[in-house]
């Protein structure tokens, strides 16, 4: 299997614990991509890396949250001292190089987030 | 502002039956990109189709179509002879110039299509 693989698919956590998560893109695809979906919503942008830069990053990214993509393959996300709130489908997608746009991402299974 | 409607939260049709869903976008961009995916109960987003700004042309793919119009700033996908393996969660997306990989996702259309 080529596609984009997330993991773990489902993450259980007490409130206040930290996780992380990991994502592998595809792997000549040099952008890669975090969203979070809640029940019922599309997709939000998170944050974006082209190789190993992180270039852009959502207002929805508080301080809890950092991503990293350290040698422009594999990224992880971390959320810090979680609340209830981040409960949530953590997406991950990668896209090829190429004219920003004109390409479409192509999405991990997710990593589904519980907070009790 | 950059925003995605997708005003039909949930449609079901009975099998065979044609099946249109709504997605209306806003930008001030001149240029950028509309998508569509579709979220099967799996739950893994699948791309179905891209179109640019400058091209209005609609697209026929199989059962699927798409007929996007500037004017009304609407680009809407037609499922004809629908089938059970439809039935998913669609977004409609939006990618503008401003910010190409900040793709922005409308809320959803969830399809069942009944036997």
């Known amino acids: 299997d080529t596609g984009v693989s997330q993991d773990p698919r489902h993450k259980i956590t007490k409130r206040g614990q930290n996780v992380t998560f990991r994502c592998d893109p595809i792997s000549e695809h040099n952008r890669l991509y975090w969203y979070r979906q809640t029940l019922g919503q599309g997709p939000e942008f998170l944050t974006y890396?082209?190789?190993?830069?992180?270039?852009?990053k959502s207002r929805l990214l508080s301080d809890r949250f950092s991503a990293e993509r350290p040698k422009g393959s594999f990224s992880t996300l971390e959320i810090q001292r979680t609340e209830q709130g981040d409960s949530a489908m953590y997406l991950c997608?990668?896209?090829?190089?190429?004219?920003?746009?004109?390409?479409?991402?192509?999405f991990g299974p997710g990593t589904r987030l519980t907070v009790t | 502002a950059q925003k995605v409607t997708q005003a039909q939260t949930e449609i079901s049709v009975v099998e065979k039956e044609d099946v249109t869903l709504d997605c209306v976008y806003e930008?001030?961009?001149?240029?950028?990109?509309l998508f569509w995916y579709k979220q099967p109960p799996s739950g893994e987003l699948v791309f179905l189709i891209r179109r640019n700004s400058f091209d209005e042309q609609n697209e026929i793919s199989g059962r699927y179509s798409w007929n996007f119009q500037k004017s009304t700033s609407s680009f809407n996908f037609t499922i004809t002879a629908s089938q059970v393996v439809d039935s998913a969660v669609y977004f409609c997306a939006l990618s503008p110039q401003t910010s190409y990989d900040k793709v922005i996702f409308g809320p959803g259309t969830s399809l069942s299509v009944i036997p």
């Open positions: 890396f082209q190789n190993e830069a992180q270039l852009e």
């Open positions: 930008t001030r961009d001149t240029t950028y990109y």
């Open positions: 997608a990668s896209s090829p190089r190429g004219v920003a746009g004109l390409y479409e991402q192509y």
